[in-house]
């Protein structure tokens, strides 16, 4: 059931209670999510789910445009708002105005980690520079996502996830042979470099103390983290001067390493280079001579373009004498490394994804629709991270904020309001 302002108020006051924070890894850090869309939000999120208390500021005139992102009409959902708006008490705030600044200076200082994703020169521009920052708190950790990194003659240039895909090799990659590069159905670039700057910020807080020391900027580009992860295509390259081309769902250094249809047209996927799985593969194949042929001996002499093509043909066709479900039962009874490639609805009902509570479900606080949203991908015992609600209005905590962290009354933050301030 959709809650009323004042209900919606009443649930930001009890999440901000000590005890919904009690026991995570962050508790008593507080995060300025001063960023848009989703690498430099997903930070924040991030650092939230660990118990960060995570304030997210947008600009009252211009909200951020993930709110906008595929609404769900019947709903009024936004799926990826919904998620990477978690844990975040979300307030408005206009820089533009003189009593907006000292709103954010005031939140600077009561705070220990700014995340922001504005294009190079706005933030000195307005008068908010990082140097200015820090010493308003010198114990503050800025982390900083652009799509090209703060230096570099690309710096100035605008960052989206696409463009940042393409530059760091990974499009070029992606495809089959003779095909066009392929982008990532998803957001790979934001969520990569967001997760390297959760990382980052998490080392950065061991060493600082709010108001008083460890300040620092951290700067992560969209590029870099997936470029580091396609690290070893890029010195196969410095090694050899030849140029790493698409190779489809294979992997160059293995094989066979690929996706087979089944006779029910069905997916599996499957990587078997190893050498005992690859010669148990062969003799359920009842292809056992397979194992001492000189194409197919080692993984070395599999990987070589002419012997792949001729493998991967062979493995093929194995594949299309049985359902999926039989395809499966024997790879796993023969401890040959394959697995189902699942869609949407086959995780729905997934077992594993039920038992390891993978997804969890929640009402979404707004409207009381229930949400079913990825839990926390990490366990720890002890002092695990925790999903308490998603993403929220925007706007929707200016009265618990300002009031309970700042200390301004109800006619002083109407007066904002009045302002324009917030």
Known sequence: MARSKEELIKFIEEQRKPDKYRGLPLEGKRVLDFSTVIAAPYTAALLGDAGADVIKIENPREPDGLRTWGVIEASGIEPYYSVIGRNKFPVTINLKSENGKKLFLELIRKSD??????????????????????????????GKISGYGMTGPHAKQPGFGTLAEAFSGFSYLNGYPGGSPTSPPMALADMTAGVHLAFAVSLALIATRRGERGGQVIDVSLYEPLFG?????????????????PIGNELRAAAPRNNYRTKDGKWIAMSCSAQKPWEALAK?????????????????????????????????Q??????????????????????????????????HYR?????????????????????????????????????????????????????YSAAQIAGLKEEAAI
């Open 284 to 316: 359920v194949m009842g292809r056992e001579e397979l194992i001492d042929d000189a194409r197919f001996k080692t993984n070395g002499d599999r990987i070589k373009p002419e012997n792949r093509v001729q493998l991967n043909e062979i493995v093929q």
């Open 355 to 407: 038992e390891r509570k993978t997804i969890i479900e929640m009402e979404d606080p707004a409207t009381g629709i229930m949400l079913k949203i990825p839990d926390v991908t990490f366990r720890m015992m002890g002092r695990p991270g925790k999903i308490r609600f998603p993403g929220l209005p925007q706007g929707s905590a200016n009265e618990v904020i300002y009031r309970d962290l700042l200390g």
């Open 318 to 351: 194995w594949y299309l004498t049985m359902t999926n479900e039989e395809a499966l039962a024997i790879c796993r009874r023969e401890a040959i490394t394959a697995g189902p490639i699942p869609s949407m609805k086959d995780i729905a009902h997934d077992e």
């Open 113 to 142: 980690v700014l995340i922001e994703n504005m294009r190079l020169g706005v933030m000195d521009r307005l008068g908010l520079g990082h140097e200015m920052l820090l010493k308003e708190n010198p114990g503050l950790v800025i």
């Open 229 to 245: 992860y396609l690290g070893g295509e890029f010195l196969s390259y410095a090694l050899t001067g030849e140029i790493p081309g």
